[in-house]
């Protein structure tokens, strides 16, 4: 059983950056497609990014289009969020999938528990 940790959330002005990077244990992370995705107090979990087995195919919600990346090695996956909002505030989970990227949750099969990204004015 594959476990997925999240790291390098945390408090950020306006303006800023941050990178999030996901680690699998259990079994290799370059075995499945990757996605990000987020939740804020009070709303549904959105679809920020997803990233397929090799890298070579990488799509992005439209609210973080432009401004965050998503990338992969050998051992994890990262999403480089810049020019951060207030609205970019919210929990931060990545999720794995053996078929294929997706924009949809039922697709991934792994979750991890999310990391607090906070954006201040």
């Known amino acids: 059983q594959v476990q997925l940790v999240e790291s390098g959330g945390g408090l950020v002005q306006a303006g800023g950056s941050l990178r999030l990077s996901c680690a699998a244990s259990?079994?290799?992370?370059?075995?499945?497609?990757v996605g990000w995705f987020r939740q804020a107090p009070g709303k549904a979990r959105e679809f920020v990014a997803a990233i397929d087995f090799h890298g070579d195919f990488s799509h992005y919600g439209n609210s973080v289009r432009g401004r965050f990346t998503i990338s992969r090695d050998s051992a994890m996956v990262y999403l480089q969020m810049t020019s951060l909002k207030l609205e970019d505030t919210a929990v931060y989970y990545c999720?794995?999938?053996?078929?294929?990227?997706?924009?949809?949750?039922?697709?991934?099969?792994?979750w991890g528990q999310g990391t607090q990204v906070t954006v201040s004015g």
């Open positions: 999720a794995a999938s053996v078929r294929s990227t997706s924009r949809a949750e039922s697709i991934y099969d792994h």
């Open positions: 259990g079994r290799d992370i370059s075995s499945y497609a």
